[in-house]
C-alpha cells in the first residue's frame, strides 16, 4: 500500500523510518518532509497544514492511508477533511483535537470529570489575570491557550516574571491569537513523566513511558524549547503508578471524551507529574510528541502500520503490542541560540562517522546535492539504545561527539539525574 506521512520535523523521521520495516508499504511519502526523510520517503512539497493541497497530492498520488502527525494540521480539521473524502487516515479529528488546541478546554474537561490536575483559573481579561498572580504569588505556571509550538508555558519563579509573560501573551501577541486566553495554575512539584497511548476511542494502549528535557541549557536552565532531548522508559514510572494512571488518568479522559461527543481515536499524550499527592496531568497533546517520539518508536517490535490500521478500524483490542527491552536515549542539536534567533544553512558533517547501530533522526534539514545543511532550530535527534539506561545515554552522546555543523549546541546532561 501506498502510505503518506504529513509533517516534517525529527518525529515525522522517526514515524517514517518506523513505518519503512513494515512488509505492508510498498511506497511511503512524506509531506513536507525534510533531509534525513528524503533517504526514505518521497518528500513531497506541500506545507503540513494545506489540507486542500496535501488531499489533491493524496489523489494524484493513488495514496492508499495518510498520517497526521503535527498538532496543526489536526487543530484545523485535517483529519475530517479526509474522512470526508473516504480516505482511511490516522489521528484525531477536530473536536477531538481540542484537547490540546485549547488549554481552557482540557482544563474545563478534567475539572468537570474529576481527572487529577493542578488548580487553575483561565482568564480573556488582562487586568484580572494580573490581579489573580498577585492574589496567588510566585511559583505559578501561564499558559497561552492555543497552539505555541511547546513554547506557550512559563514556569515562573516570581510574581513579575508571571506578570511579564501574561503581557506577552495578552498585550504583546507573542503567540498570536494562541494568547487572547492564558490558564494561570498552581505550581506543582515532583517528577515529571510523559505517557503516549493508542487509542481508538474504546482500548487505550500505553507506549512505554519518557522523559522530555524542555530547557534549552543544562540543569534545566534556560528559556523553554520544544525538546532538547529524552529518554524512555523512565524509572519514575513505576508500575503502581501506571495502574493509578491507567485508573484515574487515562480511562477517564477517553471516557470523558466519549461522553462529550469528542470521540479520540490517534496517540494521545499524557504530560503527567507525580506529585506528593499522586499522579497529576499537567497537558494533553492530541499526538505523537517531540523528541519523545525518536527513543520511543526505536524501542518499538510491533508493525506500526497495523497499530495504525487497527486504531483507524477500532480493533485495537485484537493487536499485542511488544517493546523491546533495555532503554533508549535521544539527545538534540540545536542550532545555537535556540529557541530564539539562529543561523539557517550551515553544512553538517560527520553523519558517516555515526556508529551504525545509533540513529540519527534528522528535524531541521535539508539536502542538496548529497550534503545536509541546517534549516531549523532544533536540527538532529540522536538516538541510541542500550541494556540500561546508562548505557543507552553514553551510546546517543558517542554518537553526538562524531557530528559537527556551526554554532551546534545540546544539552550534555540529557537522562543523567536518573543515574
Same mark, same amino acid.
Given at each position: 500500500?501506498?502510505?503518506?506521512?504529513?509533517?516534517?520535523?525529527?518525529?515525522?523521521?522517526?514515524? &517514517?523510518?518506523?513505518?519503512?520495516?513494515?512488509?505492508?508499504? %510498498?511506497?511511503?511519502?512524506?509531506?513536507?518532509?525534510?533531509?534525513?526523510?528524503?533517504?526514505? +520517503?518521497?518528500?513531497?512539497?506541500?506545507?503540513?497544514?494545506?489540507?486542500?493541497?496535501?488531499?489533491?497530492?493524496?489523489?494524484?498520488?493513488?495514496?492508499?492511508?495518510?498520517?497526521?502527525?503535527?498538532?496543526?494540521?489536526?487543530?484545523?480539521?485535517?483529519?475530517?477533511?479526509?474522512?470526508?473524502?473516504?480516505?482511511?487516515?490516522?489521528?484525531?479529528?477536530?473536536?477531538?483535537?481540542?484537547?490540546?488546541?485549547?488549554?481552557?478546554?482540557?482544563?474545563?474537561?478534567?475539572?468537570?470529570?474529576?481527572?487529577?490536575?493542578?488548580?487553575?483559573?483561565?482568564?480573556?481579561?488582562?487586568?484580572? +489575570?494580573?490581579?489573580?498572580?498577585?492574589?496567588?504569588?510566585?511559583?505559578?505556571?501561564?499558559?497561552?491557550?492555543?497552539?505555541?509550538?511547546?513554547?506557550?508555558?512559563?514556569?515562573?519563579?516570581?510574581? %513579575?516574571?508571571?506578570?511579564? +509573560?501574561?503581557?506577552?501573551?495578552?498585550?504583546?501577541?507573542?503567540?498570536?491569537?494562541?494568547?487572547?486566553?492564558?490558564?494561570?495554575?498552581?505550581?506543582?512539584?515532583?517528577? %515529571?513523566?510523559?505517557?503516549?497511548?493508542?487509542?481508538?476511542?474504546?482500548?487505550?494502549?500505553?507506549?512505554?513511558?519518557?522523559?522530555?528535557?524542555?530547557?534549552?541549557?543544562?540543569?534545566?536552565?534556560?528559556?523553554?524549547?520544544?525538546?532538547?532531548?529524552?529518554? &524512555?522508559?523512565?524509572?519514575?514510572?513505576?508500575?503502581?503508578?501506571?495502574?493509578? &494512571?491507567?485508573?484515574?488518568?487515562?480511562?477517564?479522559?477517553?471516557?470523558?471524551?466519549?461522553?462529550?461527543?469528542?470521540?479520540?481515536?490517534?496517540?494521545?499524550? /499524557?504530560?503527567?507529574?507525580?506529585?506528593?499527592?499522586?499522579?497529576?496531568?499537567?497537558?494533553?497533546?492530541?499526538?505523537?510528541?517531540?523528541?519523545?517520539?525518536?527513543?520511543?518508536?526505536?524501542?518499538?517490535?510491533?508493525?506500526?502500520?497495523?497499530? /495504525?490500521?487497527?486504531?483507524?478500524?477500532?480493533?485495537?483490542?485484537?493487536?499485542?503490542?511488544?517493546?523491546?527491552?533495555?532503554? &533508549?536515549?535521544?539527545?538534540?542539536?540545536?542550532?545555537?541560540?535556540?529557541?530564539?534567533?539562529?543561523?539557517?544553512?550551515? !553544512?553538517?558533517?560527520?553523519?558517516?562517522?555515526?556508529?551504525?547501530?545509533?540513529?540519527?533522526?534528522?528535524?531541521?534539514?535539508?539536502?542538496?546535492?548529497?550534503?545536509?545543511?541546517?534549516?531549523?532550530?532544533?536540527?538532529?535527534?540522536?538516538?541510541?539504545?542500550?541494556?540500561?539506561?546508562?548505557? +543507552?545515554?553514553?551510546?546517543?552522546? !558517542?554518537?553526538?561527539?562524531?557530528?559537527?555543523?556551526?554554532?551546534?549546541?545540546?544539552?550534555?546532561?540529557?537522562?543523567?539525574?536518573?543515574?
Amino acid at each position: 500500500m501506498k502510505v503518506l506521512v504529513v509533517g516534517g520535523g525529527g518525529r515525522e523521521h522517526a514515524i &517514517c523510518s518506523t513505518l519503512a520495516k513494515s512488509s505492508k508499504i %510498498e511506497k511511503l511519502y512524506c509531506a513536507p518532509g525534510n533531509g534525513g526523510i528524503s533517504d526514505i +520517503a518521497e518528500c513531497v512539497p506541500v506545507k503540513a497544514t494545506d489540507i486542500d493541497g496535501m488531499i489533491a497530492k493524496v489523489k494524484e498520488l493513488g495514496v492508499d492511508f495518510v498520517m497526521v502527525a503535527p498538532d496543526d494540521p489536526l487543530a484545523l480539521g485535517m483529519v475530517d477533511a479526509f474522512e470526508k473524502e473516504g480516505i482511511p487516515v490516522f489521528g484525531p479529528r477536530q473536536n477531538a483535537a481540542i484537547i490540546e488546541s485549547s488549554k481552557v478546554f482540557s482544563k474545563n474537561l478534567m475539572k468537570k470529570y474529576g481527572i487529577p490536575t493542578a488548580d487553575y483559573a483561565t482568564f480573556n481579561d488582562i487586568d484580572k +489575570a494580573l490581579a489573580y498572580i498577585d492574589d496567588m504569588g510566585a511559583p505559578i505556571v501561564v499558559k497561552a491557550d492555543g497552539l505555541a509550538l511547546g513554547k506557550g508555558v512559563v514556569v515562573a519563579a516570581t510574581v %513579575e516574571e508571571a506578570k511579564q +509573560a501574561v503581557k506577552e501573551m495578552m498585550l504583546d501577541g507573542k503567540f498570536g491569537a494562541s494568547g487572547a486566553n492564558v490558564v494561570i495554575e498552581e505550581f506543582m512539584t515532583g517528577p %515529571e513523566v510523559t505517557v503516549l497511548c493508542f487509542t481508538d476511542g474504546k482500548t487505550i494502549a500505553p507506549m512505554l513511558s519518557s522523559q522530555d528535557h524542555k530547557r534549552a541549557y543544562d540543569n534545566d536552565e534556560g528559556p523553554n524549547t520544544g525538546g532538547m532531548g529524552a529518554i &524512555c522508559p523512565t524509572p519514575n514510572y513505576t508500575p503502581e503508578v501506571a495502574a493509578e &494512571c491507567m485508573e484515574k488518568i487515562f480511562r477517564p479522559t477517553i471516557d470523558a471524551m466519549n461522553a462529550e461527543g469528542r470521540t479520540f481515536k490517534g496517540v494521545i499524550y /499524557f504530560g503527567l507529574m507525580i506529585t506528593p499527592k499522586g499522579p497529576k496531568v499537567i497537558e494533553y497533546n492530541s499526538r505523537f510528541g517531540d523528541p519523545e517520539t525518536q527513543p520511543i518508536l526505536t524501542m518499538l517490535e510491533t508493525d506500526l502500520m497495523d497499530i /495504525f490500521q487497527a486504531v483507524v478500524d477500532e480493533k485495537l483490542d485484537e493487536i499485542e503490542i511488544k517493546w523491546k527491552d533495555g532503554a &533508549c536515549c535521544c539527545v538534540v542539536i540545536a542550532s545555537g541560540g535556540y529557541p530564539l534567533a539562529y543561523n539557517k544553512g550551515c !553544512e553538517i558533517s560527520g553523519l558517516e562517522n555515526v556508529p551504525a547501530d545509533i540513529t540519527v533522526f534528522h528535524a531541521g534539514t535539508e539536502k542538496r546535492d548529497g550534503k545536509y545543511y541546517t534549516s531549523g532550530g532544533r536540527v538532529l535527534g540522536v538516538t541510541a539504545t542500550g541494556a540500561d539506561l546508562a548505557s +543507552a545515554i553514553g551510546r546517543a552522546y !558517542e554518537g553526538v561527539s562524531a557530528i559537527t555543523f556551526e554554532n551546534a549546541h545540546y544539552r550534555k546532561d540529557i537522562g543523567k539525574k536518573f543515574i
